[in-house]
């Protein structure tokens, strides 16, 4: 899992890189930097609660129980060998679940970037994203800050990280979001906006 993880980071990361310099291919670069994150940090999360207890990481507990037994019983080295339909959880599942029952606070920076992430993820997977040059701007600041909030969150808890990723690392952009209130303005309205959106869905 961890080696999935890194690839995807570093995927991330490459997709990234240069982007304000491309003169064409950057909706792609941008969608690719998106889905990329998002998996990341997906597969980074079910291997923090893998560390807890296998279990922790399906959806049902007790089809993955049943899964295990019948693994066992037919030497089998994976519970997917026996019974591949089983179901794993999502990113916010896998919050919750740490929260809760691993005691391993999700930090504030990196949930709420990872609820922008979401949103923009779910938006490629609809339609096209049409951006002005400011909220070009805003984006690649939300994505590069997430890249290096989920370094710094699983670093703590994942031996090594740093080190594959070494070479692979962005500046946060907290001095840019201070010297260009329009930007700053932008981003917190539109993940306000995005907030208010999930209330009402509730």
Known sequence: MLGNGIDSLKAAYNSLEGIDYLLEG???RVKDAILSLHHTNEILFKLLLKQWSECLVFVDINSYMNAKEEMLTKGKSNVFEVKPGLKTIGISEAIKRLELLCDIEVCSSLRKS?????????????YEIDLNEG???ALMIKLTNCYEYTIRFFSQYIEGLNNLVEDARFELYEQELIDDPDVEGMIDEEYYDYLAE???QQ
Request: hydrophobic share 30%; charged share 35%; no cysteine.
């Open 26 to 28: 950057v909706e792609h």
């Open 114 to 126: 990872l609820d922008y992430l979401k949103q923009k993820r779910n938006q490629i997977m609809h």
């Open 135 to 137: 909220e070009f701007k």
């Open 198 to 200: 999930l209330s009402k």
